[in-house]
């Protein structure tokens, strides 16, 4: 996700459900600073909800590995 465009959006709130090190699992490249790190930096008051469906978006996120290495899902 690209915390700075939602700040400067005025988003009042962000909701996610996989983490850094998910995306980092299935080959996706992410900067390695959590969006708490980002919020508490920028000095954010951008509510952050964190692990919303987690589990649900690790297997879309491993259904689209196997998809794109060709072992279908």
Same mark, same amino acid.
């Given at each position: +996700?690209?915390? &700075? &465009?939602?700040?400067?959006?005025? +988003?009042?709130?962000? =909701?996610? &459900? ?8 299935? #080959? ?6 959590? @969006? @708490?790190? +980002?919020?508490?930096?920028?000095? @954010?008051?951008?509510?952050? =909800? =964190? ?11 491993? &259904?689209?590995?196997?998809?794109? +290495? #060709? @072992? #279908?899902?």
């Amino acid at each position: +996700m690209c915390f &700075a &465009a939602c700040v400067w959006a005025k +988003m009042a709130k962000i =909701v996610y &459900a996989c983490r850094i090190e998910d995306a980092d699992k299935v #080959g996706i490249r992410q900067i390695p600073i959590p @969006s @708490s790190l +980002m919020n508490q930096l920028r000095r @954010s008051n951008v509510d952050l =909800v =964190v692990d919303v469906l987690r589990d649900e978006g690790v297997k879309l996120f491993d &259904a689209w590995r196997r998809k794109s +290495m #060709g @072992s #279908g899902v």
